[in-house]
């Protein structure tokens, strides 16, 4: 079985699987401690990923959500570092992560709610120890640290995994949290999506570092480098970085190189700022496909299961965005809810008179 170092590739990246182009003779074996069942297992997620984010880009064209951020190609990143945490650890996800709930069996009526604006797209964190979506781009890592610290504070020796774009590595919440994680030595893994673009902002543009990794010298901690599109890299990566972490070694960056073959979001148009040949080799590198075809060469998958898997992931879309619009219709004064533990007495005026004004309106 290949270790990390075993596995790193000469550029660099951590890899096992070859690339989709190849015939397999890159492919290492399955990483230690994992195993075929599990493996398989790993694909299904990927698939249910897949399906989500494909359905979800047509349920945006229809009108029926708002501006959508697209992850597809982002699935081996999402799918194998979740699969590598313990149940009692969190989850901390980006905007592009947002259906990761799914994996830890969330329904996807309320991913679904969220992206509507509909107050029950908003979950309770500690039912599957994912937390809520924060959009302003880094503020996650501190929301992750924060987590991670209370968990030690309760007694617990509980990690969080904390997704970010390379775009978030130029904020001041990425540098805050990333700072609050190694001094306190909290095990926070630091899983940034580079994908090479902040919408419109190149790589190029955001810094001078070779490689994001090599930020984590800067603050005392350990880094890895991982192809991002291999899902088994990214698995072992992140499970390594949760041992590491919660033996008292502190957080780990863990830069998850991919390339983001789509739209940014909904609302982008990639051609107006890049050449799309790159894309389109991202799109023929998918990193489902290659998964797929390492587990089909290893014997591990067959077609009927290829198909059964995706039919699922369909039937659980057909169901989810059901149950979403069947959701009773938002009322206005829900926008008090929730906003503080004890409301001000303001806000019971402030929601009659909303509720007034809008029934004048119809």
Not at 139 to 153: D, F, I, N
Request: aromatic share 8%; with cysteine.
């Amino acid at each position: 079985m290949p270790s990390l170092a075993q596995a790193t590739d000469p550029d660099g990246l951590v890899r096992f699987i070859d690339d989709v182009h190849g015939d397999g003779s890159l492919d290492q074996d399955l990483p230690t401690g994992l195993d075929e069942r599990t493996a398989v297992e790993l694909y299904r997620r990927m698939v249910l990923l897949r399906v989500y984010d494909e359905r979800s880009l047509v349920y945006h064209r229809h009108g029926r959500i708002g501006t959508y951020a697209v992850y597809w190609g982002h699935e081996a990143m999402q799918a194998g570092a979740v699969s590598a945490l313990a149940d009692e650890d969190w989850v901390v996800p980006s905007y592009r992560e947002s259906a990761v709930g799914l994996l830890r069996g969330m329904d996807p009526a309320t991913v679904l709610a969220w992206w509507r604006g509909h107050p029950a797209g908003w979950w309770d964190p500690r039912e599957q120890r994912v937390a809520s979506i924060s959009v302003p781009v880094a503020s996650q890592v501190t929301h992750a640290v924060g987590c991670a610290w209370g968990e030690r504070l309760q007694g617990h020796n509980n990690a969080a995994l904390v997704f970010f774009g390379d775009g978030a590595t130029s904020e001041g919440d990425f540098h805050e949290g990333t700072n609050f994680a190694a001094v306190l030595n909290l095990p926070v893994v630091l899983l940034c999506n580079n994908n090479q673009w902040a919408i419109s902002t190149p790589l190029s543009k955001q810094t001078k570092a070779k490689h994001l990794v090599d930020k984590a010298v800067g603050y005392g901690i350990h880094g890895v480098r991982v192809d991002g599109n291999d899902v088994l890299a990214v698995h072992t990566a992140v499970r390594d970085a949760v041992a590491r972490g919660k033996a008292g070694q502190g957080p780990t960056l863990v830069e998850a190189v991919s390339y983001r073959a789509g739209l940014h979001g909904t609302a982008d148009d990639p051609t107006r700022y890049r050449d799309e040949s790159a894309a389109e080799q991202a799109r023929a590198n998918d990193c489902v496909l290659r998964y797929e075809r390492y587990l089909v060469r290893h014997g591990l998958l067959e077609a009927a299961q290829i198909e059964r898997f995706r039919q699922e992931a369909l039937d659980v879309m057909v169901a989810g965005i059901a149950a979403a619009e069947a959701l009773p219709a938002a009322g206005a004064a829900d926008v008090f809810d929730n906003v503080y533990a004890e409301q001000p007495a303001s806000f019971a005026r402030d929601a009659e008179t909303l509720r007034r004004s809008t029934e004048k309106a119809r």
